[in-house]
């Protein structure tokens, strides 16, 4: 037990440049948040639901983060700082990180499958502060959901998110393959949350002109192989 604490605290401050020991991590409202769901949860599947929410409700006015009792949560899993809502039927996998301000929401289980109603996140996710991530979807592995992101479609494994309604950037594989992203974001290793919206749409921007780059090489490479033609009829 001692020892899987120590690697859950180690795994945080891998995530976190903040702390300087493993006991400062001790005070962060996400671990505690994690303790208490993992008491809550175990009563929920002992079926004693309402002790279950007492803990819930305590939790959540002790850490400002609200986790449903019925929440499945893997291993290594971090909130940092606080004020997240997650859902009775969310899933989480391994190593999955979430920022500030997400909820991780439900929808009408008429819409989707049958008794799920909010999202299942797979191993190494990363959701930025702010982002929204509603209904029974699934968001893939190693996936990253920028700052303020609405996302409502199932994610790809790998895909980057950003924007309401949020929509995939084109990152390259081995930024993605990445051991940890702080904040989700590809568009810079020095990104900074207070002026994350400059640098989502500095990412944007540098991706067009990459493409609009490619596109006239393109075709001042056709123009090239037009005017080589032309030039081999005159001759011939």
Request: net charge neutral; with cysteine.
């Amino acid at each position: 037990m001692l020892r899987g604490l120590i690697q859950y605290l180690d795994s945080v401050k891998a995530r976190d440049p903040a702390p300087r020991s493993r006991w400062e991590v001790l005070l962060y409202p996400g671990v505690w948040a994690l303790f208490w769901h993992r008491v809550a949860h175990g009563l929920y599947n002992l079926r004693l639901f309402f002790l279950a929410r007492m803990v819930n409700h305590f939790s959540r006015a002790f850490t400002a983060i609200d986790i449903h009792p019925g929440a499945t949560i893997g291993r290594n899993f971090f909130i940092d700082h606080g004020f997240t809502v997650i859902g009775e039927t969310a899933e989480i996998g391994d190593n999955v990180t979430i920022y500030q301000c997400v909820t991780l929401g439900g929808t009408n289980p008429t819409n989707g499958k049958a008794g799920k109603r909010h999202p299942t996140l797979k191993d190494n996710v990363i959701i930025g502060s702010g982002a929204q991530i509603i209904g029974p979807i699934t968001v893939g592995e190693r996936a990253r959901v920028g700052a303020n992101a609405v996302v409502t479609d199932d994610v790809p494994e790998g895909a980057t998110m950003i924007g309401i309604k949020a929509r995939s950037t084109l990152v390259p594989a081995e930024t993605w393959q990445q051991e940890f992203m702080p904040y989700g974001t590809p568009c810079s290793d020095k990104f900074d949350p207070a002026t994350q919206k400059l640098e989502l749409l500095q990412c944007e921007m540098d991706m067009m002109q990459k493409r609009l780059t490619q596109l006239m090489e393109e075709r001042d490479a056709a123009e090239a192989d037009d005017a080589q033609s032309s030039e081999g009829k005159k001759s011939a």
